[in-house]
C-alpha cells in the first residue's frame, strides 16, 4: 500500500525518456541511470518490491529527506535523515516491522530554490533539522535543542516489507522523476533553462553536457554522482546571488519580501522556512534599492510577528505576488508592516530571522 501527498509541480510535454537519452548520450559510455527494478511493492504498480523494513521511493522532482516515526515502549521514536534522489528508493526503518501506524515527514533539500517543500501531516514530533538524529520523542522539544513538526500517519499491514511513496501533483514514475529531478538541479545549478517535465529533450541534453565538461566529470559519471554534484553546486548557486533569507529559531517561519519593481513596489509571498532552513527568495543580483522582509512565526501559544516593521506593503492568505502598495483591502488583501533589511552587498544579501526579531504570540 502507498499513502501519498501532493503539492504543485512545474509540468509540461516531453520528447525524449530520460533512460533513452542517456543510453546514448556518449559512444561507448553512457551516463547510465540505475533505477530499480519493475518489480510491484504493496499494491504500488511500478514500485520496486522492498528488500525488507520499510522502503520510501521518491517519485518527485526534488532531493527529500525524510524522518520516520514508529512507537516503541512508551512512546514514538522519530530517526532522520534518509535522504532520497529523485527516482531512487531507500530502506528507512529496517525490519521485522511491527504492523501498525508509523508516521513519516519529509523535506526537500535546501539546495532546492523558493523554500523547501514538505510532505506532513498534523502529528507533532521532534526533529534534530541540522543533522542525523534518533530520539524518543519528549513532550517539549525545545528543552532538548530540537524542533517540533508534523508528521503523517502510516499504516503499515505487513511485518517483512513495505513500501511508501513520495509524490508530486505531477504523476511521475521513478524513472521520468529521476530525470525531472536531473533537469531541476541543472536549472538551480544555472546551466538550464528549459522545462522540467521528465523527458530529456535537447536542451537538457546539451546542459547536461555543459555540466560535465565545465566540472571536468566523466562521461561515465553515474547517476546518483550526477545528483550529488548538482546539488552541491546549486546550493552554493544559491550563496552568490539574490536575497536569501534563513530561519535561525527553533519553529517554522512563513515570510515574505518587498521591493521597488520597475516604478513602483511589489511584495511576494509566501515561503515557508523551517528551523534552520533557508530560501532564495530572489534569484538575480539584487538592485542598489531598498529591500523589506515580514514573517510570522507559527508556536503553540499562537502567532509571534516581527518587531521593529512599519514599511506598509500588501500579503495574500495564499501565495502572492502582487504590484504596488496601495488599496490593498480595495483589492481583498491585508496589509501588514514590513522591516527594512541591510543594503545589499555584491549583488546578493542574507536576512536571518532570529528568536529576538519576533514579539510576543497573539493568540
Same mark, same amino acid.
Given at each position: =500500500? ?24 556518449? @559512444?561507448?559510455?553512457? !551516463? ?22 520499510? *522502503? ?8 527529500? #529527506? @525524510? ?6 515502549? *512508551? ?8 535522504? !532520497?534522489? &529523485? ?15 508509523? /508516521? ?5 533539500? $535546501? ?32 528543552? =532538548? ?13 505487513? @511485518? ?27 536549472? #538551480? ?53 539574490? !536575497?536569501? !533569507? ?8 512563513? @515570510? ?6 520597475? #516604478?513602483?513596489?511589489? $511584495?511576494?509571498?509566501?515561503? *515557508? ?23 510570522? =512565526? ?44 541591510? &543594503? ?6 542574507? /536576512? ?12
Amino acid at each position: =500500500m502507498r499513502f501519498s501527498w501532493s503539492f504543485s509541480p512545474n509540468t509540461g510535454p516531453g520528447r525524449l525518456s530520460f533512460r533513452r537519452f542517456v543510453s546514448g548520450l556518449f @559512444a561507448g559510455a553512457a !551516463l547510465a541511470v540505475a533505477l530499480p527494478g519493475a518489480a510491484v511493492g504493496q499494491g504500488d504498480s511500478g514500485l520496486p518490491a522492498s528488500p525488507g523494513g520499510w *522502503q520510501l521511493c521518491n517519485q518527485t522532482s526534488y532531493v527529500v #529527506e @525524510a524522518a520516520t516515526g514508529r512507537f516503541e515502549g *512508551q512512546g514514538v521514536t522519530v530517526e532522520g535523515w534518509t535522504r !532520497l534522489r &529523485p527516482g531512487a528508493c531507500e530502506v528507512a526503518l529496517e525490519g521485522p516491522l511491527e504492523p501498525g501506524v508509523h /508516521y513519516l515527514f519529509g523535506r526537500s533539500s $535546501s539546495a532546492h530554490r523558493g523554500g523547501r517543500k514538505v510532505w506532513g501531516g498534523d502529528n507533532a514530533y521532534c526533529v534534530d533539522t541540522t543533522g542525523s538524529f534518533s530520539v524518543e520523542s519528549p513532550s517539549q522539544c525545545a528543552s =532538548m535543542g530540537l524542533s517540533s513538526r508534523k508528521f503523517r500517519p502510516v499504516l503499515i499491514e505487513e @511485518a517483512d516489507a513495505w513500501t511508501t511513496s513520495f509524490k508530486e501533483l505531477e504523476d511521475y514514475d521513478l524513472e521520468t522523476a529521476a530525470a525531472a529531478g536531473v533537469q531541476r538541479l541543472l536549472n #538551480e545549478a544555472d546551466v538550464y533553462e528549459g522545462r522540467i517535465d521528465g523527458y530529456i529533450g535537447r536542451n537538457t541534453r546539451g546542459a547536461i553536457r555543459t555540466f560535465l565538461n565545465e566540472n571536468e566529470l566523466s562521461a561515465e559519471t553515474s547517476d546518483a554522482e550526477l545528483v550529488d554534484v548538482l546539488e552541491q553546486i546549486a546550493r552554493e548557486k544559491g550563496r552568490e546571488v539574490g !536575497l536569501t !533569507l534563513c530561519n535561525r529559531t527553533h519553529e517554522r517561519i512563513w @515570510a515574505a519580501i518587498a521591493r521597488r519593481k520597475g #516604478e513602483g513596489w511589489e $511584495s511576494r509571498g509566501w515561503w *515557508q522556512l523551517e528551523s534552520g532552513g533557508c530560501a532564495r527568495a530572489i534569484d538575480d543580483a539584487l538592485l542598489n534599492a531598498p529591500h523589506f522582509v515580514f514573517a510570522e =512565526m507559527e508556536t503553540e501559544d499562537g502567532t509571534r510577528r516581527l518587531k521593529g516593521a512599519s514599511d506598509l506593503f500588501c500579503v495574500s492568505r495564499g501565495r502572492f505576488a502582487i504590484a504596488g502598495r496601495e488599496d490593498c483591502e480595495a483589492s481583498a488583501y491585508r496589509t501588514v508592516s514590513f522591516k527594512g533589511t541591510a &543594503p545589499a552587498a555584491d549583488g546578493k544579501l542574507t /536576512y536571518e530571522f532570529f528568536e529576538r526579531d519576533f514579539g510576543e504570540a497573539a493568540g
